[in-house]
């Protein structure tokens, strides 16, 4: 049964790891000349390709909204490449923030129909 409420709880947590991995790049453009700098990033399919799976999304919303940053120590940073998946990152972040505003929209739809 389709629940309004646990799909609020899979964007959210979609954001948080939008928001978490934007850091990361941001991080990784401010100190790409600091020595010894690794290169963080956050891989979402880990946690969004098994959103669909109760148990998984379950041990994905444990995890909250830090999720754990991949060091890539083989990776120099280009920052033409942080750029564009900041980018990138923008667009997913608008996405669910739409999706999140439909479920919104979709939940008091449905207590004005109650009243």
Do not use: C
């Not at 739409?98 to 207590?111: A, L």
């Amino acid at each position: 049964m389709y629940s309004p409420l646990d799909s609020m709880g899979k964007v959210e947590l979609m954001l948080d790891l939008v928001a978490q991995r934007q850091l990361a790049l941001g991080s990784n453009l401010a100190n790409m000349h600091t020595p010894g700098y690794v290169r963080r990033d956050i891989d979402f399919s880990e946690y969004l390709g098994s959103m669909n799976s109760p148990l998984e999304t379950k041990l994905s919303q444990k995890l909250g909204p830090s999720a754990i940053m991949e060091e890539r120590y083989q990776e120099e940073i280009r920052p033409d490449k942080e750029l564009i998946e900041m980018q990138n990152n923008s667009i997913l972040y608008s996405m669910a923030a739409r999706r999140m505003s439909n479920i919104i929209t979709e939940m008091k739809t449905v207590i004005n129909v109650g009243k």
